[in-house]
């Protein structure tokens, strides 16, 4: 499928994304692992390359974002390797350990980020689809007054879009956003929106849901998997609009 935010094949349907799914994140027996203290500054700069399989421990990604931040004045050299940023992987989902990164798996959020730093974290490492600077509001609307213009954060680098999954009985939802105009839900440990809205639904289920701010459309679509025969996705921000509308796309097989 075309990403509608980069024009590349970065985006694939439920199936397609879901077929490599167990091993993604796991090391071959040749991954090398070493953790590193987060709230301490990298010493030396030196990071761990890629292993012959094509992924990397985490923290050796975040070692190499770090020295290239540090190399153009984003960080100084007291600052800590959390201060890169926040990852998001691609695809999101609950995991019991660090992962291995294949490429193109990883999106950074950052507020200490700039531009030519964002360009070379995504040509040089492997691991990074794209990177975003961050602010310190939420993406979305602020106002019932369309003349106010929404918070936004900036794409430097790359692509933005990533999915998250959500397992359900139907099999897993795959939901896919823009992060830069999205705020941040990561899949929680014992879904717990999932489980609530199939409490809510009863058995049989309910004849109609309204997923009435549907975000990426989470929700609403979970709803329809669960069995709901009229669901309603609305939502005032256009970007969440949009992607509850092209994620109906992404999961159409249920």
Known sequence: MECPACGSDCVESAPEILRDLPAKFLPCKKCRMLVRDKRAPLLLPEYGQPCSCGKRFIDEVFAH??????????????????AVGSPLIHPGM??????????????????KVREKAARRIVSEVPEVRGVVKTAS???????????KPPHVYTLLAGCDVRADIYPLATGPLVIYKQQSLIHVEFPRAGYPKLRSVATHLGIP???????????????????ACFGVRHVILND???????????????????
């Open 137 to 147: 509001y939420i993406p979305g609307l602020v106002s019932f007054d369309p003349s």
């Open 65 to 82: 974002m770090y020295v290239i931040m540090q190399e153009e004045g984003d960080l100084t050299s007291h600052d800590p390797l959390l």
């Open 94 to 111: 609950v995991m019991d350990r660090p992962p291995f990164l294949p490429a193109k798996s990883l999106l950074l959020l950052s507020g």
């Open 205 to 223: 289920s309910v004849p109609f849901f309204v997923d009435a701010c549907s975000g990426s459309g989470t929700l609403g679509l979970a709803a």
């Open 236 to 254: 005032a921000w256009y970007a969440s609009a949009f992607w509850s509308a092209f994620n109906l796309e992404v999961n159409h097989v249920y």
